[in-house]
């Protein structure tokens, strides 16, 4: 779904492509969009009218050079199974990462922890030519430490060069290019460390350990990486005043080593009727604070200043009332986005919102935005 928002009080659907493969997380980079497949196709699937083989997951490659009317021009099968009962890879979410020394895009896709690839379990990285983009590379695997395949992962240039993968326990981090750290490029990252937190884990029978690690994201500086989980899966009201503070909180690392700087936690418990999580977000690009922007399903949306991580404090926040009746909904994402807000909420759809105040003071206006890549680095705050 196409959406023009150069006037953001007044946004305007350009237009509308039928793919029907279930979840559908995007990049886009110039004339090229990347739509992910999560699962394996159904008999008679079709994706902007092409059919689409049974079995099928993995990505769609569309040429939006005209914005009216996408053309879907390749497609990446991302599917290794392992036994009879293994389940497929997938794409459940993508990171788009322009190499332009190389002239592609580079995609990193995270399978969400259903890629089961002998006894290593992976992501996978491959590239689209941005002047062949119906010819992409064969998805290459990316081994992960303890960990099932990614759900998420944040990127950061610049300086800094830096990938994490948000992956069931442990965090994954990898060098991904010219940084302090020896090795590692965008289509070969090496990995650094992993990051775990007490209380993010998937154990069956602890009522602690019912989601995996979600986000990841990093400051512009490139010195703190900024995680989030999702306990319940999303669906779950896990954000009462009742729940521990690990249910409900971004976590603050140092980006170098993984040293735990710091947590914030919901200020604003939610009652029993409305599905809470902290999901999807990025940070401001300023070098003034660090400011994170997210969106929390029912909770709605957070601005939080993590300047000192150690002493987060959200500054500005939206929070609905519960829906009635009670239902799945509420803020899916929330991205910040040259001087507006842009929040994608299940039931009522994209909302655009101001931010009051001097906190984006400095913010760097962007002449586009990948949520989940930061494609420069600034001075620290």
Same mark, same amino acid.
């Given at each position: 779904?196409?959406?023009?928002?150069?006037?953001?009080?007044?946004?305007? =659907?350009?237009?509308?492509?039928?793919?029907?493969?279930?979840? $559908?997380?995007?990049?886009?980079?110039? &004339?090229?969009?990347?739509?992910?497949?999560?699962?394996?196709?159904?008999?008679?699937?079709?994706?902007?009218?092409?059919?689409?083989?049974?079995?099928?997951?993995?990505?769609?490659?569309?040429?939006?050079?005209?914005? /009216?009317?996408?053309?879907?021009?390749?497609?990446?099968?991302?599917? !290794?199974?392992?036994?009879?009962?293994?389940?497929?890879? $997938?794409?459940?979410?993508?990171? $788009?990462?322009?190499?332009?020394?190389?002239?592609?895009?580079?995609?990193?896709?995270?399978?969400?922890?259903?890629?089961?690839?002998?006894?290593?379990?992976?992501?996978?990285?491959?590239?689209?030519?941005?002047?062949?983009?119906?010819?992409?590379?064969?998805?290459?695997?990316?081994?992960?430490?303890?960990?099932?395949?990614?759900?998420?992962?944040?990127?950061?240039?610049?300086?800094?060069?830096?990938?994490?993968?948000?992956?069931?326990?442990?965090? !994954?981090?990898?060098?991904?290019?010219? !940084?302090?750290?020896?090795?590692? /490029?965008?289509?070969?990252?090496?990995?650094?460390?992993?990051?775990? =937190?007490?209380?993010?884990?998937?154990?069956?029978? &602890?009522?602690?350990?019912?989601?995996?690690?979600?986000?990841?994201?990093?400051?512009?500086?490139?010195?703190?990486?900024?995680?989030?989980?999702?306990?319940?899966?999303?669906?779950?009201?896990?954000?009462?005043?009742?729940?521990?503070?690990?249910?409900?909180?971004?976590?603050?690392?140092?980006?170098?080593?993984?040293?735990?700087?710091?947590?914030?936690?919901?200020?604003?418990?939610?009652?029993?009727?409305?599905?809470?999580?902290?999901?999807?977000?990025?940070?401001?690009?300023?070098?003034?604070?660090?400011?994170?922007?997210?969106?929390?399903?029912?909770?709605?949306?957070?601005?939080?200043?993590?300047?000192?991580?150690?002493?987060?404090?959200?500054?500005?926040?939206?929070?609905?009332?519960?829906?009635?009746?009670?239902?799945?909904?509420?803020?899916?994402?929330?991205?910040?986005?040259?001087?507006?807000?842009?929040?994608?909420?299940?039931?009522?759809?994209?909302?655009?919102?101001?931010?009051? $105040?001097?906190?984006?003071?400095?913010?760097?206006?962007?002449?586009?935005? !990948?949520?989940?890549?930061?494609?420069?680095?600034?001075?620290?705050?």
């Amino acid at each position: 779904r196409i959406i023009n928002i150069a006037s953001p009080a007044n946004p305007r =659907e350009v237009s509308v492509t039928t793919c029907a493969g279930n979840q $559908g997380d995007i990049v886009v980079y110039e &004339n090229i969009l990347v739509r992910a497949w999560n699962s394996a196709a159904p008999a008679g699937a079709t994706c902007d009218g092409v059919p689409v083989p049974q079995g099928f997951e993995g990505v769609h490659i569309f040429d939006i050079s005209d914005l /009216s009317d996408p053309v879907l021009v390749g497609s990446v099968e991302i599917s !290794n199974r392992v036994g009879a009962d293994a389940l497929g890879c $997938g794409s459940h979410t993508i990171t $788009g990462v322009p190499d332009l020394d190389a002239g592609t895009l580079v995609i990193y896709n995270q399978s969400a922890g259903f890629c089961a690839t002998g006894e290593q379990e992976a992501f996978h990285v491959f590239e689209i030519p941005l002047d062949d983009p119906a010819n992409p590379t064969t998805p290459q695997e990316i081994d992960l430490h303890e960990a099932m395949g990614c759900h998420d992962s944040g990127v950061i240039l610049g300086d800094a060069n830096l990938l994490a993968c948000a992956a069931h326990m442990h965090t !994954n981090v990898f060098d991904i290019g010219d !940084n302090e750290f020896p090795g590692g /490029s965008l289509t070969d990252p090496v990995l650094l460390y992993t990051v775990q =937190e007490e209380g993010v884990c998937n154990e069956p029978g &602890n009522p602690l350990c019912n989601g995996n690690w979600h986000s990841a994201a990093f400051t512009y500086d490139g010195e703190v990486l900024i995680l989030g989980w999702e306990p319940g899966g999303g669906s779950l009201p896990e954000c009462e005043a009742s729940d521990p503070d690990v249910k409900k909180s971004w976590f603050f690392y140092d980006a170098q080593t993984g040293e735990k700087l710091g947590q914030f936690v919901l200020p604003r418990p939610q009652t029993s009727t409305e599905n809470c999580t902290v999901h999807n977000y990025n940070v401001v690009p300023t070098d003034k604070r660090y400011l994170l922007v997210g969106g929390n399903y029912q909770a709605g949306i957070s601005v939080v200043d993590f300047t000192d991580p150690a002493n987060a404090v959200e500054v500005a926040y939206a929070d609905p009332a519960p829906l009635v009746p009670t239902q799945l909904g509420g803020d899916w994402s929330t991205y910040w986005y040259n001087g507006r807000i842009y929040e994608s909420d299940i039931t009522r759809g994209l909302l655009i919102w101001n931010l009051s $105040g001097k906190w984006e003071a400095g913010a760097r206006k962007l002449p586009y935005l !990948n949520p989940q890549t930061s494609e420069f680095t600034l001075p620290s705050p």
